[in-house]
């Protein structure tokens, strides 16, 4: 059985920036998921996927956060990372860390059904 937690949100000003960390843990070994994701949601909307990065740490940006955020992963530490810099207003929302079941993914990680296991979310919000 799959389990993510996330941490690291809270609030800061425009500009500002945050670390979110994602820990995963697997009783299972043979359930190793090999992409993992960041998606965001506000209340009422569709989770949006932010980033992805594979088992080779090939990564994938949604546009508005391209160059403001980096995805990486400590495989040592079972820990996924998301690296929130220059934080605008609209990148306020509750954000999940999800894990899939398979490695490589393609213009599908957007997709939140693609992944299997999903953490409970930490809020991250930005004032102007």
Excluded: H
């Amino acid at each position: 059985q799959v389990q993510l937690a996330e941490s690291g949100g809270g609030s800061v000003q425009s500009g500002g920036s945050l670390r979110l960390s994602c820990a995963l843990s697997d009783s299972d070994s043979t359930n190793r998921p090999y992409c993992m994701a960041w998606f965001r949601q506000l209340p009422g909307k569709d989770r949006e996927g932010v980033a992805v990065i594979d088992s080779d740490n090939t990564t994938t940006y949604v546009a508005s956060v391209k160059g403001r955020f980096t995805i990486s992963q400590d495989n040592a530490k079972n820990t996924l990372y998301l690296q929130m810099n220059s934080l605008k207003p609209e990148d306020t929302a509750m954000y999940y860390c999800a894990a899939a079941t398979y490695d490589g993914y393609g213009d599908s990680w957007l997709n939140a059904d693609e992944y299997t296991y999903w953490g409970q979310g930490t809020q991250v919000t930005v004032s102007s």
